[in-house]
T-cell receptor, first 111, second 116 residues
Framework: KQEVTQIPAALSVPEGENLVLNCSFT??????LQWFRQDPGKGLTSLLL?????REQTSGRLNASLDKSSGRSTLYIAASQPGDSATYLC??????????FGTGTRLKVLA | ETGVTQSPTHLIKTRGQQVTLRCSSQ?????VSWYQQALGQGPQFIFQ???????GRGNFPPRFSGLQFPNYSSELNVNALELDDSALYLC???????????????FGEGSRLTVL
């Protein structure tokens, strides 16, 4: 049974810091992993999708890495800004049709 | 390109009532998945529809049912509402191939259901 854990649960940092969010999963037989951002009361915005054949993906100040063998992914945010404040969720597929989500990391970037 | 849209955005019901939530998938996508997100939790998979057929179901009772239409839009119906059904209901569309959803998930803004 696939389980996803995200650490830390919450994080508060001053503006400008580089930071790392962690996601671990128990079943390494995945074909992709997706990172999302969620603002309070809103839907999920896709940030990065990493296919199982890839080690990392980059989009602007975001970089996500995937290590299937150790069951881990990290989301690196460079030069954090107050607008980055949100909850960040990772999701991995379980079987052929559903995704399992972590409970997220609540990030607050202080101006 | 039109994104995923959901309606209504907010609604309040009482215990025992029935509710229908609607979702229009992103242009070009043939698969719709529904998730329930309780406060402070990650989304939980309810079911998925691929080309108008249910393609998989999570651990939700039969009073949660759905439909997908020929234009790939979808409905989620919940009968006999309970207090614990209060949550954000999220619809995600993707491009599935032969019932295997390998594509990126794109979510709508969700429907916030409150059951009193």
């Amino acid at each position: 049974k696939q389980e996803v854990t995200q650490i830390p649960a919450a994080l508060s940092v001053p503006e400008g810091e580089n930071l790392v969010l962690n996601c671990s999963f128990t079943d390494s037989a995945i074909y992709n992993l997706q990172w999302f951002r969620q603002d309070p009361g809103k839907g999920l915005t896709s940030l990065l999708l990493i296919q199982s054949s890839q080690r990392e993906q980059t989009s602007g100040r975001l970089n996500a890495s995937l290590d299937k063998s150790s069951g881990r992914s990290t989301l690196y945010i460079a030069a954090s800004q107050p607008g980055d404040s949100a909850t960040y969720l990772c999701a991995v597929p379980s079987g052929t049709y559903k995704y399992i989500f972590g409970t997220g990391t609540r990030l607050k970037v202080l101006a | 390109e039109t994104g995923v849209t959901q309606s209504p955005t907010h609604l309040i019901k009482t215990r025992g009532q029935q509710v229908t939530l609607r979702c229009s998938s992103q242009s070009g996508h043939n698969t719709v998945s529904w998730y329930q997100q309780a406060l402070g939790q990650g989304p939980q998979f309810i079911f998925q529809y691929y080309r108008e057929e249910e393609n998989g179901r999570g651990n939700f009772p039969p009073r949660f049912s759905g439909l997908q239409f020929p234009n790939y839009s979808s409905e989620l119906n919940v009968n006999a509402l309970e207090l614990d059904d209060s949550a954000l209901y999220l619809c995600a569309s993707s491009l599935g191939l032969e019932k295997v959803d390998t594509g990126e998930l794109f979510f709508g803004e969700g429907s916030r259901l409150t059951v009193l």
